[in-house]
């Protein structure tokens, strides 16, 4: 029965968290530091170099410790210390994106502390759609 009391539990404590965007750019910041301190970006220098340039190594090295990085700080503002806590953080923040370009800055920096750069092929490469040389 504990089992069925350990889910309401924590979306009871979940669903109380709420941070005005002003809040929600503390917190950012204070993620944001948290990846940039030494111990921290040494973690995730591991990670990047065991994970090789491939996406999937960079799931299974990489997002555990950014994920981990992020429950030490927002778990201080009530949000669940697992990656649930870390999903809802997430959403929070892509909700306010919109409304607040510093938070859209600060979120895309977050993200690209740990996220590969997305590279897109050339224009036109590997469709046919290249244009014709004479």
Avoid: W
């Avoid at 530091?33 to 990670?47: I, M, T, V, W």
């Avoid at 607040?100 to 224009?123: Q, R, V």
């Amino acid at each position: 029965m504990s089992s069925l009391q350990r889910p309401v539990a924590a979306a009871a404590q979940a669903q109380s968290v709420s941070l005005s965007a002003e809040q929600a750019k503390v917190v950012l910041a204070e993620v944001i530091k948290a990846f940039g301190s030494p111990e921290n970006a040494q973690r995730l220098e591991e990670a990047r170099d065991n994970a090789c340039n491939d996406m999937g190594k960079m799931l299974q090295f990489l997002l555990p410790v950014a994920t981990q990085i992020q429950q030490d700080v927002i778990k201080a503002y009530g949000f669940s210390n697992d990656g649930e806590g870390v999903l809802k953080f997430a959403r929070m923040i892509k909700s306010y994106e919109s409304q607040d370009p510093e938070i859209a800055s600060m979120s895309g920096k977050l993200k690209s502390m740990f996220l590969p750069p997305m590279t897109l092929p050339p224009h036109g490469a590997g469709t046919g759609g290249g244009v014709a040389t004479s």
